[in-house]
């Protein structure tokens, strides 16, 4: 049964890649203290136009570096990014079910694979996650229920059972561990939303509720995200569009997405989605650093809006309207990378050879990059 769910959780996970690569570029209850006010609305209209100014991303962050991901040998060939995040000067780059690791200036250092069913083997990896203070690595493993402790050199630690069926994780400081769900079953009882357990990942509390009668949730991609080594962000979703930070014993409402669709009731108690565009949304692509908030809001491609706000004043930016000119209204490259990660303070967004070598311009833009390259991965820093 939760094979055939993970199935369901792809496909729909499938189609938010799939649009943010044509872009190319709740309530709350728990023993925690909770902030219910939330603070600042953030408006992201889908069924009419914004015209908006594209930002240009160099004027928002300290730093942007651009890294030459080398490729020597099959070992280190890089197929995808699917996740990336910082240890120090090391990049880990997820790629389906290998972890690769490069040093700042990209070289490679060593490629991490142990899938396979013998002890210590994970089968997939849905997610991965750093506990540095202790040089470990944690692998969600969707197929077999687990998540595996590995030492940043690769040895191996031990396993956790993971009693729910969840849709992304996030290691605490103390080692417990941050579990969500998005999904309301109708045949069976896994635990939905926001919840802790602790290092074994035996449950302590229920953090974050989703209205159950609430059904239509569709794209499950990361809600999880390390703003700084101690605060970590969750994206809620469309039963109250909020945005959540968790830091110790505090939980808080930081912000709340308004769109111009109201779901009907009847949809929101169906799980049934991609009906009808001018009465339905999502959101996707949630990440977040101290300063910056971006995600990436659609009503199933009738149009998408990749959404960047600047916490500091809470300016918020449309970095562009879904059009079929959209390659005529990006007027600079650098604001339109596909962002994959955001880890503590750093967004990250990638360019493969596959995107560069469709435009001139993207060539001109990585002269270092031929047909057969790695990908290059392009680093923005907060300030």
């Known amino acids: 049964m939760k094979t055939s769910i993970l199935s369901n959780v792809k496909m729909v996970v499938g189609m938010c890649s799939l649009l943010l690569a044509v872009s190319f570029m709740s309530g709350c209850k728990g023993g925690r203290k909770v902030c219910m006010e939330c603070l600042h609305e953030i408006e992201v209209p889908l069924l009419h136009d914004d015209i908006t100014e594209y930002p240009l991303v160099s004027k928002l962050f300290a730093s942007i570096d651009t890294v030459y991901l080398e490729k020597a040998g099959v070992e280190s060939y890089v197929q995808s990014v699917d996740e990336v995040k910082l240890l120090g000067d090391t990049i880990i780059v997820r790629s389906a079910n290998t972890l690769f690791f490069f040093d700042r200036q990209g070289r490679f250092i060593r490629s991490f694979f142990r899938q396979g069913n013998g002890f210590g083997n994970y089968r997939i990896i849905e997610r991965f996650d750093l506990l540095p203070d202790r040089n470990e690595m944690f692998i969600l493993d969707g197929h077999n229920n687990k998540i595996f402790v590995y030492g940043i050199d690769g040895s ?201 070598f469709q435009e001139e311009r993207y060539q001109r833009m990585f002269p270092g990059m031929t047909e057969d390259s790695n990908p290059v991965l392009i680093l923005y820093n907060d300030k």
């Open 156 to 356: 191996y630690h031990r396993q956790v059972d993971v009693d729910d069926f969840v849709t992304d994780f996030a290691v605490l400081p103390d080692g417990g561990f941050l579990f969500a769900n998005p999904i309301k079953y109708t045949d069976r009882s896994f635990r939905r939303g926001l919840w802790q357990t602790d290092a074994n990942g035996k449950f302590v509390k229920q953090l974050i509720e989703f209205d159950p009668e609430f059904a239509h949730v569709s794209i499950n991609n990361p809600y999880l995200n390390h703003i700084s080594p101690g605060v970590i962000g969750f994206m809620g979703v469309e039963d109250n569009d909020k945005f959540y930070t968790i830091s110790g014993d505090s939980i808080k409402v930081t912000c709340k997405m308004t769109t111009d669709i109201v779901i009907p009731d009847d949809l929101k108690r169906s799980d049934k989605v991609y009906t009808n565009p001018q009465q339905e949304y999502t959101k996707c692509g949630y990440l977040e650093s101290e300063r910056f908030l971006y995600f990436v809001a659609t009503n199933y491609g009738a149009n998408l809006v990749m959404a960047f706000v600047d916490k500091s004043d809470w300016t918020t930016y449309r970095m562009y309207v879904y059009t079929e000119d959209f390659n005529n209204n990006a007027a600079n490259v650098e604001q339109f990378p596909f962002l994959v990660s955001c880890y503590n303070g750093t967004f990250v967004g990638f360019f493969d050879a596959g995107m560069v």
